[in-house]
T-cell receptor
């Protein structure tokens, strides 16, 4: 298995632009998580899905952020409009449904908003 | 909700020394406690985990201990090596199936 796949790996955009981050979880994993990592706030959980259904989006900072999971192999995190304070590394992670399986992280997307 | 505190934020040791990182959690329902290592510019990767029915677990130079009564768990690294230098995160997971992470400990092992 290729592991969790994220794209793009790096994104530089200007304030006000729409940004879309993409994630492909490990095949067979039923949970998908989106995290944001910054020096100031550490690893923050933004939202997570179980079987493609959003379960907890309490970490989404504001209405400019939205996430979807249209099927078991694809999820997006969208920021519209983007702001400089959104600059961070965004990680996607997945894990299986059964038991207490390991949660695997993707390589992350480094977002810079100018 | 769950809250995880981690100490220290920075830890410097000499090669060969031991390193200990401590975490506390707030939700007594939490039952799974992983530790992740994150090297600079890379993703967090699981190095060891422990479940609430176990008090201690070892894997070569790494060990984790759990005190459910006190809601403490700790990571112990013995015979540290320069390649152990990284940021280490503890986490806790309870009934809501989401991992809550500590704020991280930057470990620096000097040769």
């Amino acid at each position: 298995d290729a592991g969790v796949i994220q794209s793009p790996r790096h994104e530089v955009t200007e304030m006000g632009q729409e940004v879309t981050l993409r994630c492909k979880p490990i095949s067979g994993h039923d949970y998908l998580f989106w995290y944001r990592q910054t020096m100031m706030r550490g690893l923050e959980l933004l939202i997570y899905f179980n079987n493609n259904v959003p379960i907890d989006d309490s970490g989404m900072p504001e209405d400019r952020f939205s996430a979807k999971m249209p099927n078991a192999s694809f999820s997006t995190l969208k920021i519209q409009p983007s702001e400089p304070r959104d600059s961070a590394v965004y990680f996607c992670a997945s894990r299986p449904q059964t038991g207490e399986g390991e949660q695997f992280f993707g390589p992350g997307t480094r977002l810079t908003v100018l | 909700g769950e809250n995880v505190e981690q100490h220290p934020s920075t830890l410097s040791v000499q090669e060969g020394d031991s390193a200990v990182i401590k975490c506390t959690y707030s939700d007594s329902a939490s039952n799974y406690f992983p530790w992740y290592k994150q090297e600079l510019g890379k993703r967090p990767q699981l190095i060891i985990d422990i479940r609430s029915n176990v008090g201690e677990k070892k894997d070569q130079r790494i060990a984790v201990t759990l005190n459910k009564t006190a809601k403490h768990f700790s990571l112990h690294i013995t015979e540290t090596q320069p390649e152990d230098s990284a940021v280490y995160f503890c986490a806790a997971r309870g009934g809501f199936q989401k991992l809550v992470f500590g704020t991280g400990t930057r470990l620096l092992v000097s040769p």
